[in-house]
C-alpha cells in the first residue's frame, strides 16, 4: 500500500489523528511536539480546502487547541465523545465523570507501586498509559478491566501503550459521519489517517462512503493505504497543498 495521489480540493475533507499522526508519539501526552512546517501545511491546507479539515483524536479538544494556537480547527475529541464543528459549536453529551475517582482508588496500588505509570484525565474519560512499562500492559489490563467491571455507561479503548475507560457514546467513525452531514464537509470524500487500533472505526466508515483511509505504521488494519510511519506521512501531508492544487 502507497500513499495516495490527491489533485482535487473541490472534492476532499481532510480527518486527521494526532498523536502518531501529526505528533510522534511521547512517554506523556505533554511531552508531544507539533512542527512548525506541520501546523503551516495544516492551515494551508484548511484555506485551500474552505475549512473542510478536522483533527479525530482522543485527546480534550482544548489539548488539541494549545497546540494548534493560533490554527483553530473543527475537533472531535476523547475518541468522538465531543465535537466542535466548524461553526465553533461544541456537541458533547452530558456525562457523568464520578466513575474516574472510582478507577483511580482502584488503580491506586498499582500506581503506587510504579510511580512511571501516568493517568490522564478527560471530559468523560480517564486513561492509565504503561509506555514507560510496557511490561506491565498485562497488569495495568486486568487493573482496569477490574475497575471498570461494576461501572455502569463505561467503555474501555485499547491503544497503543495505554487503556482508557469513557462513558460511553460515539467512536471516530460516528464523529467523521456527523461531519458529513455537515458544511463545508458535506458532498465531499473523506480522507482519514490514523495510527492505533482505536482508528479503525473511522477507517470502516471512510471505506464503506468511498473515501481514503491511511493507516500510519505497522499493524494489521482496514485502511487501504499506508505510510511507514509519522515522518512519512508527514512528509506527504506538507507536500499536499500543491497536490491539491495550491500555491
Not at 482522543?58 to 488539541?64: F, L, M, S, Y
Not at 505504521?217 to 507536500?239: D, V
Amino acid at each position: 500500500m502507497t500513499l495516495p495521489d490527491l489533485s482535487d480540493s473541490e472534492r476532499v475533507a481532510l480527518f486527521l489523528d494526532f498523536d502518531g499522526t501529526l505528533v510522534a508519539i511521547a512517554d506523556r501526552p505533554d511531552e508531544v511536539r507539533l512542527d512548525l512546517s506541520t501546523r503551516q501545511a495544516l492551515a494551508h491546507l484548511d484555506t485551500l480546502l474552505g475549512g473542510a479539515v478536522a483533527i479525530i483524536t482522543g485527546r480534550e479538544i482544548a489539548a488539541v487547541d494549545r497546540f494548534l494556537d493560533p490554527l483553530r480547527l473543527s475537533i472531535a475529541g476523547v475518541h468522538g465523545l465531543t465535537r466542535r464543528d466548524a461553526q465553533g459549536h461544541t456537541h458533547a453529551p452530558s456525562v457523568d465523570g464520578g466513575f474516574t475517582s472510582a478507577i483511580e482508588k482502584a488503580l491506586w496500588p498499582l500506581l503506587k507501586k510504579y510511580p512511571a505509570l501516568f493517568l490522564e484525565y478527560k471530559y468523560g474519560a480517564v486513561a492509565l498509559h504503561y509506555r514507560s512499562h510496557p511490561e506491565l500492559e498485562k497488569a495495568c489490563l486486568q487493573a482496569m478491566h477490574a475497575a471498570v467491571n461494576d461501572l455502569p455507561g463505561v467503555e474501555l479503548k485499547r491503544g497503543k501503550m495505554v487503556v482508557e475507560a469513557k462513558a460511553v457514546g460515539g467512536n471516530k467513525g460516528a464523529a467523521i459521519a456527523d461531519y458529513l452531514n455537515e458544511k463545508p464537509f458535506s458532498g465531499r470524500r473523506a480522507v482519514f489517517a490514523g495510527d492505533d487500533v482505536t482508528d479503525e472505526d473511522a477507517f470502516i466508515l471512510v471505506n464503506a462512503r468511498d473515501g481514503v483511509s491511511i493507516k500510519v505504521g505497522p499493524g494489521e488494519t482496514n485502511a487501504t493505504y499506508r505510510a511507514a510511519g509519522t515522518g512519512e506521512f508527514l512528509t506527504w501531508l506538507r507536500e499536499l497543498p500543491t497536490k491539491l492544487g495550491g500555491l
